[in-house]
Antibody, heavy 123, light 107 residues
Framework: QVQLVESGGGVVQPGGSLRLSCAAS????????MHWVRQAPGKGLEWVAF????????YYADSVKGRFTISRDNSKNTLYLQLNSLRVEDTAVFYC????????????????WGQGTLVTVSS | DIQMTQSPSSLSASVGDRVTITCRAS??????LNWYQQKPGKAPKLLIY???SLQSGVPSRFSGSGSGTDFTLTISSLQPEDFATYYC?????????FGPGTKVDIK
């Protein structure tokens, strides 16, 4: 069964950095794109970033462009999100999610999600 | 960027009720619309993709319809486990924006 396990969250000061990881299992990781989605406390879902199965294409939300970097290591079945220049408003639970391919008629849907890792930006 | 809106923002309903939630995109997104369910403290769960395709394992009381800019999620007979927040998301173009959510609670 598909399993996604995030790690790396914690408390960091404004301007600081963190690297989140998402360990994937139960599917051929190297064949699927992956997303990061975040949720601030008590708020809705915000899509953050996407990376194609081979790492060659990356998309970002405007709110994180230039500060966050998505990457993957297909040999380790692991997805990453490097968070730099963190702001108080980046405080959120960060979820990784497996993307659908286009065979089912819908690319870029999030069909499996991890349990999330909490990032708190505070002085 | 494509903006997504949902209505209502919240609703109260009883077990057995038929519930309809509406999602609207700021421009045409064809059928590239997804619906997710999220319960408190849990990760979201994909219910519907491509506007009307039921994700594997999701009960048939959930259905989706629409194309272009207007979409609906219908729960034909609300069950106790369906009390949750529902989000739409467009997967037509980057950034893949979510709607603000609709909270369904018990009347």
């Amino acid at each position: 069964q598909v399993q996604l396990v995030e790690s790396g969250g914690g408390v960091v000061q404004p301007g600081g950095s963190l690297r989140l990881s998402c360990a994937a299992s139960g599917f051929t990781f190297s064949s699927y794109g992956m997303h990061w989605v975040r949720q601030a406390p008590g708020k809705g879902l915000e899509w953050v970033a996407f990376i194609r199965y081979d790492g060659d294409t990356k998309y970002y939300a405007d709110s994180v462009k230039g500060r966050f970097t998505i990457s993957r290591d297909n040999s380790k079945n692991t997805l990453y999100l490097q968070l730099n220049s963190l702001r108080v408003e980046d405080t959120a639970v960060f979820y990784c999610a497996k993307s659908t391919d286009c065979s089912g008629g819908s690319c870029y849907s999030c069909d499996y999600w991890g349990q999330g890792t909490l990032v708190t930006v505070s002085s | 960027d494509i903006q997504m809106t949902q209505s209502p923002s919240s609703l109260s309903a009883s077990v057995g009720d038929r519930v309809t939630i509406t999602c609207r995109a700021s421009q045409s997104i064809s059928i590239y619309l997804n619906w997710y369910q999220q319960k408190p403290g849990k990760a979201p769960k994909l219910l519907i993709y491509a506007a009307s395709s039921l994700q594997s394992g999701v009960p048939s009381r959930f259905s989706g319809s629409g194309s272009g800019t207007d979409f609906t999620l219908t729960i034909s007979s609300l069950q106790p486990e369906d009390f949750a927040t529902y989000y739409c998301q467009q997967s037509y173009s980057n950034p893949f924006t979510f709607g603000p959510g609709t909270k369904v609670d018990i009347k």
